[in-house]
């Protein structure tokens, strides 16, 4: 149970604050976001920056997230997308909003190949009602082309508070 003055972003800034300064802290963080995303720590992506709206990951390329065409799959990129949006947007959200992914849209350009870089700017908008709200993620790889872009949608609705303070 969390109580409404708790958020998803503020526990996610809490604990990127407490760790990326300490000998390992970044691993350990992206450790534990792969903990409470048990999918998206498959991947075993690396969180380089956090601050809210804004986030920037690492993977490097592997044999457990390549392709019979040796590049990283499609659907790791996608994963890495999202993994990057995802901790963006909710970084920035108010205690007074949630959020879920409604739609996934991944566009390839290139074959991703050595060390990628997905980033992902976003401002979060006030909710004072059921919205969609749009924001993209670009992933690069080492000369900074440009392997894929994706887009995810986020619904987002103000939280409901119980009798209890409970959302």
Known sequence: MHRINESPGSRILSRWDRLSGLPGGKALFSY????????????GARVQELTPGYCRVVLHDRRRVRNHLASVHAVALAN???????????????????????????????????????????????VSGPTEHRIQAEIRDRDDDLVARVTVTWRLAPRVENQSGVV
């Open 80 to 126: 890495l997308g999202e993994m990057a949006s995802g901790l963006a947007m909710l970084s920035g959200l108010s205690v007074r909003t949630r959020a879920i992914v409604v739609r996934l849209d991944t566009e390839y350009l290139k074959k991703g190949r050595g060390r990628l870089t997905a980033e992902c700017r976003c401002a979060t908008p006030d």
């Open 32 to 43: 534990l976001v792969g903990r409470s995303a048990p999918y998206t720590g498959t991947l």
